[in-house]
């Protein structure tokens, strides 16, 4: 074939379909974490003490989804902010909270039964807006950004 592909693959179509797993020299990215040592994976992990969340009193695994708690900033379960949010808000029977980003929910209201067409009500501010976060500052560095 002149088209140029390595080994004769197809250009189209069923792209990476019936591959067996990984070339001859290559690991996958599984294998690859098995051959680092225990040490080496823990040591990321024990470095950071465990972070609480300041509404339910449980560990927050995934700090990456947590938001800033309205008591101080400290970190706190998505699904724990969305909850509070909730509480205090009167909904009609087609209203929901939603999370609409940048540290902000609201009380949005569905126009059709599929759920893809809404307009928000009222926002509810969760965090200060620019406000920037200690431990928000270590994921990102950890993550080199």
């Known amino acids: 074939?002149?088209?140029g592909n390595k080994d004769s693959r197809r250009r189209f179509g069923r792209r990476g379909r019936g591959r067996g797993g990984p070339r001859e020299g290559e690991k996958s990215s599984e294998k690859a974490r098995a051959d680092e040592a225990p040490e080496e994976?823990?040591?990321v992990l024990a470095d950071q003490p465990p972070v609480i969340c300041s509404i339910c009193a449980k560990q927050i695994f995934d700090l990456s989804s947590a938001l800033a708690g309205r008591d101080g900033g400290l970190p706190v379960h998505f699904d724990c902010a969305l909850?509070?949010?909730a509480e205090g808000e009167p909904l009609e029977p087609s209203e929901r909270v939603a999370?609409?980003?940048?540290?902000?929910?609201a009380v949005v209201e569905y126009r059709d039964k599929s759920m893809t067409a809404f307009t928000i009500k009222r926002r509810i501010q969760w965090e200060?807006?620019?406000e920037k976060y200690d431990w928000r500052k270590s994921i990102q560095h950890r993550m080199g950004l």
């Open 1 to 3: 074939m002149a088209d």
């Open 41 to 43: 994976r823990k040591t």
């Open 83 to 85: 909850a509070q949010a």
């Open 99 to 105: 999370y609409v980003g940048r540290g902000a929910f």
């Open 128 to 130: 200060k807006e620019g």
